[in-house]
């Protein structure tokens, strides 16, 4: 789809190891101007490695990274003023009030946009003259939120960025986020929260252990995953089990539960038809169900990964 | 109370490496002061001269304490050493009781420990008895260093005692200090400005005729008179102060929320000021404080140090011995004198600047270096902002020592003349200073881990030839690589351009090499 060259993001087989420990390990990312993408990964899979090497803070050992058509290492000062970023775990100076906090951000960035600044703070309902050290962890992450939200920067870098928030901040930020993607920006998203990123993300990348183990659409990654089906029908469901991609059956009189490679629901749906269907549900794969598979390693062990 | 014991075996594991140099420290100076003052003024004669000498000195008097202590030998150590042993004792008594109770509230480490089976007061209790043990081990230690090198049995148990008393009254004094303010900052704060006032009171009360000195936890151990008179019953005071305090402290704990002070936070700003739009408006905003503190505490140290220096000559032709300690000897004694203390001050000032510098470890280290960094920043912008305040900061408390010394100097001897004198002789060993602090920098940019001990072992080093390089002998390789050494001993030596023109140039060479080193290496590790 995307050239590396007008790509906003380009990561190939980058490497970062700290002493022994191996942070990346040839990890791959693609990031087109003005989607959001998501970036998911368990706890230490590599996300805030991956970010921190975007600033130019960590010296990649090898593979390539290109961002904004410059190399975040070299360049970092000139990529800088085009980006902004919000850390997972915000830590601010204790003495210095939130207010404070980011106008000096939004100074040092090129200036600040007062108006928009005010607007952030209220639907953030944060109290700006707070010292750092009294704010709560979802304050001191709404600080840092409203710092880049009221920057122009054409590419956001978010890590975890609602980690500490609460549902209603949750909505605000989502909000923010979408008005963001209408106006063409690039956001790279790391998250835990699946249902933060089904509702903003138009691709995802899943990593694990420092390498990238999915990469599309929303779309195209249910493809690559089951479907729940329960179905009812005029005749004994019989058959099914012989059908490629269904697992976990469970037939009892004229009902059927059973899951199917979404690749595979097609066929599984004709060779139904002709038994009388009655009633049928079908739940779309989550996110999450994709998630547990990549992550957790029992699971995955016992049900093969198409793809990857 | 529940878990009391437990949590103070824990405070005791997690103190077991800084602890045991507080109580060094103590000891040392102690133990420095007992010898050197018993070769000095080892005779009768000796001593009445130096009373003769001092009993007149009203600066050597608001420095020390009261003369009633110089009646004997091991009082007239007392009178020497107690109050910097007091302000030793009394700064590690808050930093033990503030940072196992406010701070640990602070940072939330607090709620995880009170979140388990332990009572409301547990914490703070566990951190009184941490420090109430300290304290009696400051004592003991007191007690043995002072009987061990040869003093009276009964006067060295007092002056343990009114050591250990004294630590107990600023133990619960930082224990309500942490109960009515909601962060360990303005806690400390409020113990450092009564621990100031106890020294100015008993400065007061011991010039005058000694009731002031009544006022002050310092004037109580003091005036407990150990060896020359051996009174006990000043002791009472301190533990009824610290029996009140401790009380007052349990009593305010159960009256307020966990995490909030009797006082409430002021509001701050709501928007920044015009001037704080870059890292170097930052670093000095985030240092505004420090500066002003050590700033305020040089021109008081030059003013101590010049009220004396009139009376060096004599002190000095009375007690001949003193003259050893002295790079010029006996002939020069006044500007010998002030190059010591000029020396004396550059130390001090290279200690602000690395410390200073040392900042930048905790922004890495904390993720605020990357709060700027991610910014439009360079590496080397953000390196030079955190660099000025040391820089420029030492120079300011030079030339605040300077001034300080050159007053009160001037006044004793009626020349004006002397404070743009003594400004400039501070200033001469500034070279020194930025040295000092460049190597510090080279250390955060190519072994950023061990950088903080690498740039205090420095400071040791340069402390140990300045000061002690005449009564230790050093031979001339051992004092070579202090920056010091190489500065001319102005007033004592001539002034020369040339050696400090060579210092600064390797400075700006060692801060290069260390940008060099930042430039190359991740950030945050």
Redesign the interface.
């Known amino acids: 789809m995307t050239t590396p060259t007008d790509a906003a993001i380009s990561i190939t087989a980058l490497r970062k190891t700290f002493g022994a420990t191996t942070a990346l390990d040839g990890l791959d990312l693609r990031v087109a101007p003005g989607e959001v993408h998501g970036f998911l990964g368990p706890n230490g899979s590599g996300k805030t490695t991956t970010i921190r090497v975007l600033l130019g803070l960590l010296r990649p050992d090898a593979g390539e990274v290109r961002m904004l058509g410059g190399d975040p290492w070299r360049d970092a000062v000139a990529l800088h003023r085009r980006l902004t970023y919000v850390p997972g775990d915000v830590t601010l100076w204790p003495g210095i009030t939130g207010g404070e906090v980011i106008d000096l951000l939004g100074r040092m960035h090129g200036g600040i946009d007062r108006r928009r600044r005010d607007e952030l703070l209220e639907q953030f309902d944060l109290d700006p003259r707070k010292k750092a050290r009294t704010y709560s962890k979802g304050n001191r992450q709404k600080v840092a939120l409203v710092a880049a939200l009221a920057s122009d920067a054409e590419l956001l870098l978010l890590d975890e960025p609602t980690a500490g928030l609460d549902p209603l901040m949750e909505a605000v930020f989502q909000r923010c986020i979408h008005d963001l993607k209408q106006q063409g920006r690039t956001v790279l998203l790391s998250s835990h929260i699946l249902a933060e990123v089904e509702a903003l993300c138009d691709r995802v990348s899943i990593i694990r252990l420092g390498r990238t183990v999915e990469s599309g659409t929303l779309g195209e990654l249910r493809h690559l995953t089951r479907t729940s089906i329960a179905v009812e029908t005029a005749e004994p469901p019989q058959g099914i089990d012989a059908l490629p991609g269904v697992h976990d059956l469970f037939v009892e009189d004229h009902h059927a539960r059973f899951d199917v490679d979404t690749a595979e629901l097609d066929a599984v749906v004709r060779r139904l038809a002709p038994l009388g269907v009655r009633s049928m549900t079908s739940t779309p794969p989550t996110l999450e169900e994709l998630f547990l598979r990549h992550y957790g390693d029992e699971q995955s062990n016992g049900r093969k990964v198409v793809g990857s | 109370m529940t878990g009391t014991f437990g949590l103070l075996r824990f405070l005791l594991r997690r103190e077991r490496l800084g602890l045991p140099w507080w109580l060094l420290g103590a000891t040392l100076l102690v133990l420095i002061q007992s010898t050197q003052s018993q070769s000095l003024y080892g005779t009768p004669q000796a001593l009445a001269r130096l009373r003769d000498t001092i009993g007149a000195n009203t600066a050597v008097i608001a420095m020390s304490g009261p003369t009633e202590l110089l009646s004997a030998l091991g009082g007239e150590i007392v009178f020497e050493i107690f109050a910097y042993v007091a302000i030793v004792v009394a700064l590690m008594n808050m930093f033990l009781v503030g940072r196992h109770t406010r701070a640990d509230e ?1 940072s939330g480490r607090a709620e995880l420990i009170r979140s388990a089976r332990v009572g409301r007061h547990a914490p703070l209790v566990a951190a009184l008895a941490l420090a109430g043990l300290a304290d009696v081990a400051v004592g003991a230690l007191v007690f043995a260093v002072s009987a061990g090198t040869g003093l009276p049995l009964a006067g060295s148990v007092l002056f343990g005692a009114a050591v250990t008393g004294l630590g107990w009254v600023f133990a619960t004094l930082t224990a309500v200090a942490v109960q009515v303010f ?2 360990t ?1 303005a806690a400390y704060g409020a113990v450092a400005l009564v621990l100031g006032a106890a020294y100015v009171f008993r400065a007061i009360g011991d010039v005058g005729d000694g009731a002031v000195s009544w006022a002050s936890p310092i004037g109580w151990g003091q005036r407990t008179l150990p060896y020359a008179d051996d009174r006990w019953w000043p002791l009472l005071l301190p533990l009824l102060t610290a029996a009140l305090l401790g009380a007052a402290a349990v009593g305010l704990l159960a009256h307020r929320d966990f995490g909030a002070g009797l006082v409430p ?1 002021r ?6 000021s015009r001037w ?4 170097y ?2 670093a000095w ?2 240092q505004r ?1 420090t500066l002003i503190g050590w700033t305020a505490g040089l021109v008081l140290l030059g003013v101590a140090y010049g009220s004396l220096g009139d009376s060096m000559e004599q002190y000095v032709r009375e007690n001949p011995q003193i003259a050893d300690f002295l790079p010029g000897g006996a002939d020069d004694v006044v500007n010998s004198y002030l190059a010591v203390t000029a020396g004396m001050a550059a130390l001090l000032a290279s200690a602000f600047g690395v410390a200073s510098l040392l900042r930048v470890r905790g922004e890495e280290s ?3 270096a ?9 590496r080397l912008t953000w390196l030079a902002a955190q660099l000025s305040v040391p820089v420029l900061g030492s120079a300011v408390m030079l030339i605040a020592f300077g001034l300080g010394e050159g007053v009160a100097y001037g006044m004793t001897v009626s020349d004006a003349g002397q404070v743009p004198r003594l400004i400039g002789v501070t200033l001469t060993y500034l070279p020194a200073v930025w040295l000092v602090i460049a190597v510090a920098a080279l250390a955060i940019g190519w072994v950023p881990q061990p950088a903080a001990i690498v740039a205090w072992v420095v400071i040791a080093y340069c402390v140990v030839v300045t000061m002690f390089a005449e009564s230790f002998d050093l031979p001339d390789w051992a004092q070579w690589p202090s920056p010091f050494t190489h500065i001319p001993r102005v007033p004592l030596a001539d002034f020369a351009v040339s050696p400090l023109l060579v210092t600064v140039l390797v400075a700006a060479v060692g801060v290069a090499a260390g940008y060099a080193g930042l430039r ?6």
């Open positions: 602070e909601e962060n900052r936070p509001p701050g700003r709501a928007t920044a704080l739009r870059d890292p408006a930052l905003r985030l404080g904390s993720g605020r990357e709060r700027v960094l991610a910014m439009p920043v360079s190359r290496r991740d950030v945050g590790t």
